[in-house]
């Protein structure tokens, strides 16, 4: 909870306002369950570019029915030429949706020859069978696990095949097992995934590096462990060739920024990010990003997340990132962009930049300051970024906090009163308490411009007792006596 009425200390105000993990629970959740769905779309788009690389000229054909799904897996045990076109209708059913890998399970012995398929030696056989076992493993996670138990030891053996076409089906393959779950990593991780994923990074194809990574960035979410294993297999010696921008290179650097954002979630790894250049090259690169219009989401969200998350540690970090003096003039660019990614990240980053001193003044006196008060109005998640990082910069004392007023921070925050969000009223609420408390004109600019004190008495029986109390404080700490005045009349 935000506290009120005393000056912090300088640990104090970090650990109070800095984006860590027992202050932003909830806003990691947010971030994850926004990932998700970034990495979502990501996935269903690099899965269908990859069918149609294998398949030229292919046209998806209507819907395939159910009993179509059942005809073409009790005739997979028939060998024969009529298998390829009976492996292509399970391939595209199962991208229909769920229910289908559903009416495949339903047959005895499906599972069995599809393996016995995508294990054999017809290589024309064995890439569509691969592929039916990609689809299949982006089902729920029952589907998942069934893959994951009975594919994975081939899967992690295929991945050294020397076989382009397979390696990449079969990254591609565990890099979905390994999104599902705990379970699904736990079982990867001891099937020895790692050490030929890194292999092949260096890859000449593309599309293998791509996918590998993919696998990797997955392998690393949430597992301290798996982060653990690859920082020892020298997993950012392998990722630092792919740390550059080309159209060409895109999508391979945007799986291999989500590799070094997971690797930095923990904090744990974060002097190996250091001392291998991990910080200075991601720096570079946003620097180099923030001037191609328009911005790319799907390299600037995880390169603004990485970076925060570098950020949100020991302050040495924010001084390497912020030795590059293009850093600022560039976070201030993406604060500008018409990707909404980019601004929340970026308000992410800056205020975990501003638990130092130097940051916190140079973004409170620059230009960058105007365009974060302009983000307040904003939809919800990045208004309580753009919040928490005006908590960061007023809690530095009074020089700051008075500059802020002079620049109308008060009347972008006194409105945010009458939000229904109980962590985004919080933090409101702070900062008016501190605009008032430390400023000489807080306290008038608060009550006469801003009408700040009917939204106050609005929240005086809130229903949330941290907000009752924090407005109440307020009001009996600044305003009593006029409270009295007006009793008396």
Same mark, same amino acid.
């Given at each position: 909870?935000?506290?009120?009425? @005393?000056?912090?200390?300088?640990?104090?105000?970090?650990?109070? &306002?800095?984006?860590?993990?027992?202050?932003?629970?909830?806003?990691?959740?947010?971030?994850?369950?926004?990932?998700?769905?970034?990495?979502?779309?990501?996935?269903?788009?690099?899965?269908?570019?990859?069918?149609?690389?294998?398949?030229?000229?292919?046209?998806?054909?209507?819907?395939?029915?159910?009993?179509?799904?059942?005809?073409?897996?009790?005739?997979?045990?028939?060998?024969?030429?009529?298998?390829?076109?009976?492996?292509?209708?399970?391939?595209?059913?199962?991208?229909? /949706?769920?229910? &289908?890998?559903?009416?495949?399970?339903?047959?005895?012995?499906?599972?069995?020859?599809?393996?016995?398929?995508?294990?054999?030696?017809?290589?024309?056989?064995?890439?569509?069978?691969?592929?039916?076992?990609?689809?299949?493993?982006? /089902?729920?996670?029952?589907?998942?696990?069934?893959?994951?138990?009975?594919?994975? *030891?081939?899967?992690?053996? &295929?991945?050294?095949?020397?076989?382009?076409?397979?390696?990449?089906?079969?990254?591609?393959?565990?890099?979905?097992?390994?999104?599902?779950?705990?379970?699904? @990593?736990?079982?990867?991780?001891?099937?020895?995934?790692? #050490?030929?994923?890194?292999?092949?990074?260096?890859? =000449? %194809?593309?599309?293998?590096?791509?996918?590998?990574?993919?696998?990797?960035? %997955?392998?690393?979410?949430?597992?301290?462990?798996?982060?653990?294993?690859?920082?020892?297999?020298?997993?950012?010696?392998?990722?630092?060739?792919?740390?550059?921008?080309?159209?060409?290179?895109?999508?391979?650097?945007?799986?291999?920024?989500?590799?070094?954002? &997971?690797?930095?979630?923990?904090?744990?790894?974060?002097?190996?990010?250091?001392?291998?250049?991990?910080?200075?090259?991601?720096?570079?690169?946003?620097?180099?990003?923030?001037?191609?219009? =328009?911005?790319?989401?799907?390299?600037?969200? =995880?390169?603004?997340?990485?970076?925060?998350?570098?950020?949100?540690? *020991?302050?040495?970090?924010?001084?390497?990132?912020?030795?590059?003096?293009?850093?600022? #003039?560039?976070?201030?660019?993406?604060?500008?962009?018409?990707?909404?990614?980019?601004?929340?990240?970026?308000?992410?980053?800056?205020?975990?930049?501003?638990?130092?001193?130097?940051?916190?003044?140079?973004?409170?006196?620059? =230009?960058?300051?105007?365009?974060?008060?302009?983000?307040?109005?904003?939809?919800?998640?990045?208004?309580?970024?753009?919040?928490?990082?005006?908590? %960061?910069?007023?809690?530095?004392?009074?020089?700051?906090?008075?500059?802020?007023?002079?620049?109308?921070?008060?009347?972008?925050?006194?409105?945010?009163?009458?939000?229904?969000?109980?962590?985004?009223? %919080?933090?409101?609420?702070?900062?008016?308490?501190?605009?008032?408390?430390?400023?000489?004109?807080?306290?008038?600019?608060?009550?006469?411009?801003?009408?700040?004190?009917?939204?106050?008495?609005?929240?005086?029986?809130?229903?949330?007792?941290?907000?009752?109390?924090?407005?109440?404080?307020?009001?009996?700490?600044?305003? /009593?006596?006029?409270?009295?005045?007006?009793?008396?009349?």
């Amino acid at each position: 909870s935000l506290l009120f009425g @005393r000056k912090e200390s300088g640990m104090e105000r970090k650990s109070q &306002y800095k984006h860590r993990a027992k202050n932003v629970a909830k806003i990691r959740q947010r971030h994850k369950e926004e990932e998700l769905a970034i990495r979502k779309d990501r996935k269903e788009k690099l899965l269908s570019s990859k069918r149609f690389r294998f398949i030229d000229g292919e046209e998806l054909s209507d819907e395939i029915s159910h009993d179509e799904v059942l005809s073409a897996a009790r005739s997979l045990q028939k060998p024969g030429p009529h298998r390829q076109e009976n492996l292509r209708t399970l391939r595209q059913a199962f991208s229909q /949706g769920t229910a &289908y890998i559903d009416t495949f399970f339903k047959v005895d012995n499906a599972l069995n020859l599809l393996v016995g398929i995508y294990t054999g030696n017809d290589s024309a056989q064995q890439l569509e069978a691969a592929w039916c076992i990609t689809n299949i493993s982006a /089902g729920t996670t029952d589907h998942s696990l069934a893959i994951c138990k009975q594919v994975a *030891p081939y899967l992690v053996t &295929y991945l050294s095949s020397g076989i382009p076409q397979l390696q990449d089906q079969s990254a591609w393959t565990l890099g979905n097992l390994a999104g599902d779950s705990a379970e699904c @990593r736990q079982l990867l991780q001891a099937q020895g995934i790692i #050490p030929p994923l890194m292999q092949l990074l260096q890859s =000449p %194809n593309k599309s293998v590096v791509q996918s590998a990574a993919f696998a990797l960035s %997955n392998l690393a979410k949430e597992s301290t462990d798996i982060c653990s294993e690859m920082i020892k297999a020298s997993v950012i010696q392998h990722l630092l060739p792919h740390l550059s921008f080309s159209t060409e290179n895109v999508s391979v650097l945007a799986e291999v920024s989500w590799v070094l954002t &997971y690797l930095a979630t923990s904090g744990l790894f974060l002097e190996e990010l250091s001392t291998q250049g991990v910080i200075t090259k991601i720096v570079s690169l946003l620097v180099s990003l923030s001037d191609i219009q =328009p911005h790319e989401p799907q390299i600037v969200t =995880p390169l603004l997340r990485c970076l925060g998350n570098i950020c949100s540690g *020991p302050d040495k970090y924010t001084l390497e990132a912020k030795q590059n003096a293009e850093l600022l #003039p560039s976070l201030c660019k993406f604060l500008s962009s018409d990707l909404r990614h980019a601004r929340k990240e970026t308000l992410w980053v800056l205020s975990n930049m501003t638990g130092d001193i130097d940051v916190c003044k140079e973004v409170t006196f620059g =230009p960058i300051l105007s365009h974060v008060l302009e983000q307040v109005p904003a939809a919800f998640d990045i208004k309580s970024e753009a919040l928490y990082l005006l908590c %960061n910069l007023a809690c530095h004392g009074e020089d700051i906090c008075t500059h802020l007023v002079e620049s109308k921070m008060l009347q972008v925050v006194v409105p945010v009163l009458k939000t229904h969000d109980v962590e985004v009223l %919080n933090l409101a609420l702070a900062l008016c308490e501190m605009a008032i408390r430390m400023t000489p004109n807080g306290k008038n600019i608060f009550e006469k411009e801003c009408e700040g004190m009917a939204k106050l008495e609005a929240l005086e029986y809130h229903s949330n007792e941290a907000i009752r109390t924090a407005a109440n404080h307020i009001l009996d700490m600044y305003y /009593g006596d006029k409270e009295e005045e007006v009793k008396m009349t």
